[in-house]
């Protein structure tokens, strides 16, 4: 149990340094295939770095603490709705090829510059800022029973989401400034107790 909790912490740190504001502004100074291919390469390795710390959790002997069953599938269908209808509004409003890094390699094959995503305030992030993040956390607790295996990885992985949201917020008021600034204040950050929010400049 104690490796598979450093193997989350480890895992949940390695995503976080290596798309830091810092490694990106000294991967942007480098540009070249590095600037080009980096985003990918950071997918790739988030990716298939989760298999053997996945197939390790589910290796070990599980106890069943919780699970949705009778009338508590209502609430968990309620939750897994909102997490999916949140999952295809951040689809829709996100370049998912930047974000996995196909866009930059692709500019990086023809020679062009690799620009910035635009800011962005339509569709689901007008009702939270995070849309992805937002469905993560509901997706963690409702998929299956809750384990003495399970619930470590659990907890790891909604603590990262939140302070990951919070870094990301940093880095966005920073890179965007007060168009960000105003878009905080009128926006909620992950849960849309507002509904949707009519921006106001």
């Avoid at 950071?42 to 919780?66: D, H, K, N, R």
């Avoid at 870094?167 to 926006?187: D, M, N, S, T």
């Amino acid at each position: 149990m104690t490796l598979m909790i450093f193997g989350w912490i480890l895992w949940c740190a390695l995503h976080s340094l290596l798309i830091s504001s810092r490694v990106n502004q000294w991967v942007k100074e480098q540009g070249g295939v590095l600037q080009g291919s980096y985003r990918l390469f950071y997918s790739l390795f988030s990716a298939l770095s989760l298999i053997p710390l996945l197939w390790y959790q589910y290796s070990l002997p599980q106890e069943v603490l919780f699970s949705w069953a009778g009338w508590l599938r209502i609430p968990q269908g309620i939750l897994l709705a909102y997490a999916l209808a949140m999952l295809y509004g951040g689809n829709k409003v996100y370049d998912v090829n930047y974000l996995i890094g196909i866009r930059q390699w692709q500019s990086y094959q023809r020679g062009e510059d690799i620009s910035p995503l635009p800011f962005r305030c339509e569709g689901a992030l007008a009702y939270v800022r995070h849309p992805w993040y937002s469905s993560g956390l509901p997706i963690l607790w409702t998929v299956g029973p809750l384990t003495d295996a399970n619930l470590p990885a659990r907890i790891i992985l909604t603590c990262y989401l939140i302070i990951g949201t919070l870094l990301e917020e940093r880095k966005l008021a920073k890179e965007l400034g007060e168009p960000y600034l105003r878009y905080q204040k009128q926006v909620p950050m992950l849960i849309p107790w507002k509904g949707r929010v009519k921006l106001s400049d």
